[in-house]
Each structure stands twice: as C-alpha cells, then as structure tokens.
C-alpha cells in the first residue's frame, strides 16, 4: 500500500467500477494490507509518482498510539477530578496560575 501501482490496465479497471465496487476493493486492499504488515504500524499511501496522499492507521495502529499518548489517570487524579466536578465555584483562574514563578504555590 506504499505506492500506487503504475500499471494502466488496473488503473483503468478500477476506474471503471461503480462506488460501491471500489468501496468493495479499497476495503478488500486495505485488509490485504494490515494482513501482509500486522496492522501495527501506520500504513503509508503514495501516489505511484511518489507524492504522500497520507496514512491508513489500522486499529491496533491506533489503540497503541493511544495508549502512549493518552496518560493513565491514578486513583489520586481521578479523586481530584471528581472533586473539582462536584463543586465548579471552587476552581482558579489558569492564567494566574501559570503566571505565578515554580514553587510559588504551584505543584
């Protein structure tokens, strides 16, 4: 799926299907595709002259990045956050609180 293929007799078929027979094949090819590479990794797609058309990212691609992008919440974060929910009067200005120097009241 890294480049597209640069034989006309394809290009020319796929062209002349309906929508939903492409639908069909560009399921069927990106299935093919998680198949061939594990589906863990972004799959990246080019135009047969090299040019990015951008990423297919499978599932398990996806789920893995969230895991290492999204922070896993202790049970001291989740308590705090209920907390701060419960009652929204008793909040802070943000821009004061980044204004103050670290170690002025900041934790």
Partial sequence: MTTALKHPAVV???????????DTALVELVQEAIRETGGKH??????????SLGYYVPPLAAQKHF?????????????????????LSNTFDVDDFLSQPVGAGRG
């Fill in 12 to 22: 020319e078929y796929i062209r002349s299907l309906s929508a939903e027979e492409k």
């Fill in 42 to 51: 972004l799959l990246p797609v080019r135009s047969s002259e090299g040019e």
């Fill in 67 to 87: 895991q290492t992008a999204v922070p896993t919440l202790t049970e001291e974060d989740r308590e705090r956050t209920r907390r701060a929910l419960a009652d």
